[in-house]
C-alpha cells in the first residue's frame, strides 16, 4: 500500500516562492509515475504538474509552465514541485498522487487525468496573498 504525505505548503506574497514535497512509503516509488494536483472549492481536481518513473519526462498545465519546477528523488521516494512567481489564481489544496498501476507515459493527456492515479496524498493548502 503506498502512503503520500505532502508538506511545505503555506502563505506567501505574490510573486514569492514555495516548495512543496510529497514523502512516500513504498520500496516501489521508482516503478510509479507522480504528479501533482491543486483544487479549489466548488472546482475538481486540476492537473499541475507529472513526472515519469526515472524522471525523464515532465508535463505541465499552461497555466504553471515556466513558473513550477517537479523533480523527484528515487533515493530518497520523494517527489517536488518548486513553485516561483506564485500568483493569487495558485492558490489551492495541493494533492501528491501516484500511479501503481505500471501504465507509464502513454501521452501528455493521459497523465494529466486525475482518474490515471489511485494513491493520493492528504493535500497541503497554498494562500497566495496578492
Known amino acids: 500500500q503506498v502512503q503520500l504525505v505532502e508538506f511545505g505548503g503555506g502563505l506567501v506574497q505574490a510573486g514569492g516562492s514555495l516548495r512543496l514535497s510529497c514523502a512516500a512509503s513504498?520500496?516501489?516509488?521508482?516503478?510509479?509515475?507522480m504528479a501533482w494536483f491543486r483544487q479549489v472549492p466548488g472546482k475538481g481536481r486540476e492537473f499541475v504538474a507529472a513526472i515519469s518513473r526515472n524522471g525523464d519526462m515532465t508535463n505541465y498545465a499552461d497555466s504553471v509552465k515556466g513558473r513550477f519546477t517537479i523533480s523527484r528523488d528515487n533515493t530518497k521516494n520523494t517527489v517536488s514541485l518548486q513553485m516561483n512567481s506564485l500568483k493569487p489564481e495558485d492558490t489551492a489544496v495541493y494533492y501528491c498522487?501516484?500511479?501503481?498501476?505500471?501504465?507509464?507515459?502513454?501521452?501528455?493527456?493521459?497523465?494529466?487525468?486525475?482518474?490515471?492515479?489511485?494513491?493520493w496524498g492528504q493535500g497541503t493548502q497554498v494562500t497566495v496573498s496578492s
Open positions: 498522487a501516484a500511479d501503481t498501476s505500471g501504465m507509464g507515459w502513454p501521452n501528455a493527456a493521459f497523465v494529466a487525468a486525475p482518474g490515471k492515479y489511485d494513491r
Open positions: 513504498v520500496r516501489t516509488f521508482s516503478f510509479h509515475r
